[in-house]
């Protein structure tokens, strides 16, 4: 079934990075994270407000995954883990921007929301369906597609026609 965006083709992932993916802001490897509740060193010596470190909008860092944060190179990453161990991300709270992609479901009405993150090289695509929460009718209150948008919620499944599907339930659609 086409609709499963969600698929990955590992092979993409190793050829950007056998293909030497880059980003100017990936130069510098993220700090090891701390230990003890201590908390880890800035890698690029900035100043950050020790609050903001430990808690996203819904709660522990743990809990909170923003891939506006990280470079083009590592949210590439990230969604791969996601896509290859989406159990261990169920119940977190996700922060993305990418691509907005429908596809039409199999029933008159029924449609597919994904935003669609590259990697540095643009050349590799992954989707991760997102479902809006509340009462919005497509294509009258989704954006254009292709648009570039932003999304923040709660990564989530659902089981349909025996096959389990993860998504992000979000709040607000943020078109960039």
Same mark, same amino acid.
């Given at each position: 079934m086409k609709r499963y965006l969600f698929a990955l083709i590992p092979l993409c992932l190793m050829c950007a990075l056998a293909a030497g993916c880059s980003d100017d802001n990936?130069?510098?490897p993220a700090a090891p994270a701390a230990e003890d509740g201590q908390e880890a060193g800035d890698p690029?010596?900035?100043q950050? &407000?020790?609050q903001a470190a430990q808690d996203g909008p819904q709660g522990p860092a743990g809990d909170? +995954? &923003?891939l506006t944060k990280m470079s083009s190179t590592m949210v590439y990453a990230e969604v791969?883990? +996601?896509m290859a161990n989406p159990d261990d991300y169920i119940g977190?709270?996700?922060r993305m921007s990418g691509l907005y992609y429908v596809e039409a479901g199999a029933e008159p009405g029924k449609n597919y929301h994904y935003v669609v993150i590259?990697?540095?090289a643009a050349c590799c695509r992954q989707g991760l369906e997102f479902i809006w929460n509340g009462d919005h009718a497509y294509p009258k209150d989704y954006p254009k597609e292709q648009a570039r948008i932003e999304i923040v919620g709660v990564f989530g499944s659902y089981d349909e026609l025996g096959q389990t599907y993860y998504y992000v339930a979000v709040d607000d659609i943020v078109s960039e």
């Open positions: 990936a130069a510098t690029q010596g900035e950050s &407000d020790p909170y +995954i &923003d791969s883990n +996601i977190k709270t996700v590259e990697d540095a």
